[in-house]
């Protein structure tokens, strides 16, 4: 017996080792996350903290500025490179990255993990996931889902003698606008006024004219006055839809806007500049993405009891412009078995719920559908509002040239004054036809 201890002793010694050696593999491990510098970026590395704890992977975390972000990552998945495993990439990148190779598909991962799309919201799905849009090919899980929204000024809606004048002047009472009809008369009975010794101004709306930022703001007027990307019959049939007579009129409102109910210099502003506009009290009204709501609602100056959000308006129909991004798996990746961990990790209800807690917005029902859900917080409610009725930019692989044309004829006319609302988007529609000849889905 004593001569075999010492044997013994060795196996348990060789063990002890085969098990640290296993766990050391694990801690060498890192991954990668590449995605843009905000708010719910800060809240994923406090969360990502769990998946490390749980599996031994250390996580690394590249963020770009937004006006820096699509330049920055759009090269580095078109020169193959291998910085990012996991990208949370913008939906309008998804045609691009399914078809150019750039994200690995996840069919036969998502079937094999019992990972089901059906889990998520079906307008997150579409957005983010989808290539082509509506067939169950996927290439990204919906990881951030997000909208444009609106804050208000709800301490300024309050003020009694505000209430007085604005009801004698149009016979209804100041708040939140449900119409866009009703927002022109608030956004216009703020401009220029004078709000607790200072002149406010009534709204503020995305201008940007370098990315996309004019167009993600002309959109929430544009798609509940009518405009479509093309025949819902016949695809890339582009006439009489971008440039209808609707669309016409909701150009011409969007400039309106900006003309008549905006702060003076806000020619080339996006969400930063929005932000600032409303936390240093400028205006009455904030065009924005639901992602920085929360962040807004703690403001110490003009959150809590002082700032109200609704959905946006509508007109003769509804409809609001989606953001938000998906989770994908960067087909460079040496690490894609790791990846590819990280996204059974985050798929689930658990993990769901809590990025929501810690400052995320899921997109999952086990979140949305809870019905607590609406009551959550202040903002929810306009938030699930407004999941109902998004509508998205084209995710053509051509994306970025669709988008730089429309960047350009809108802001052209809108901001610069350069012709009719008319001739923008009759040269919209030649712009895109070009872009698709090009491409081949055209002839």
């Not at 939906?91 to 150019?100: D, H, L, P, V, Y």
């Not at 990280?342 to 990025?355: C, E, G, L």
């Not at 929501?356 to 086990?366: F, I, P, R, W, Y």
């Amino acid at each position: 017996m004593l001569k075999k201890l010492p044997t013994l002793a060795s196996v348990t010694a060789a063990a002890a080792l085969v098990m640290g050696a296993t766990a050391a593999h694990a801690q060498d491990k890192t991954i990668t996350l590449c995605w843009a510098a905000w708010d719910p970026a800060n809240a994923l590395v406090e969360l990502s903290k769990d998946f490390t704890a749980k599996s031994g992977v250390k996580m690394k975390f590249e963020f770009v500025p937004w006006p820096n972000f699509a330049d920055r990552m759009l090269n580095e998945l078109n020169s193959k490179g291998k910085l990012c495993d996991l990208m949370i990439g913008d939906s309008q990148w998804i045609g691009g990255a399914a078809e150019s190779g750039h994200y690995v598909k996840l069919n036969d991962f998502f079937a094999k993990e019992g990972i089901k799309m059906t889990d998520f919201a079906p307008a997150t799905v579409t957005g983010y996931a989808e290539w082509p849009k509506n067939t169950p090919n996927y290439w990204a899980l919906p990881a951030m889902a997000d909208a444009v929204g609106w804050t208000y000024r709800k301490d300024w809606f309050a003020k009694p003698e505000l209430r007085a004048e604005f009801k004698k002047k149009h016979n209804r009472e100041l708040a939140a606008p449900k119409t866009w009809t009703e927002f022109k008369q608030v956004s216009e009975f703020f401009q220029g006024r004078m709000v607790d010794g200072k002149k406010v101004y009534g709204a503020y709306i995305f201008t940007e004219r370098g990315s996309e930022g004019i167009t993600m703001g002309v959109t929430n007027v544009l798609y509940p006055m009518g405009f479509k990307y093309q025949d819902p019959k016949k695809p890339y049939a582009m006439d009489g839809f971008v440039n209808s007579a609707d669309s016409v009129k909701a150009l011409e409102f969007y400039k309106s806007l900006y003309k008549g109910s905006t702060a003076p210099g806000m020619t080339n502003a996006y969400m930063g500049e929005g932000l600032d506009a409303f936390k240093s009290g400028q205006v009455a009204m904030q065009m924005n993405w639901f992602a920085f709501f929360p962040g807004l609602n703690k403001d110490p100056n003009v959150g809590g009891d002082k700032i109200g959000f609704f959905a946006n308006p509508s007109d003769k129909g509804k409809g609001v412009q989606l953001g938000g991004q998906g989770i994908s798996v960067v087909s460079y990746s040496p690490n894609k078995n790791e990846a590819l961990q990280y996204i059974k990790w985050f798929a689930s209800p658990d993990v769901q719920k809590k990025w929501q807690a810690v400052g995320g917005s899921s997109a999952h029902k086990a979140v949305l559908n809870d019905p607590g859900y609406a009551k959550s917080a202040p903002y929810a409610q306009a938030f699930l509002d407004s999941m109902g009725m998004v509508v998205d930019f084209w995710a053509e692989p051509t994306y970025a040239q669709l988008m730089l044309a429309m960047q350009k004829r809108v802001h052209d006319y809108v901001v610069a004054d350069k012709g009719s609302a008319k001739e923008a988007l009759d040269t919209l529609v030649v712009d895109w036809k070009k872009v698709f000849k090009d491409d081949g889905k055209l002839k």
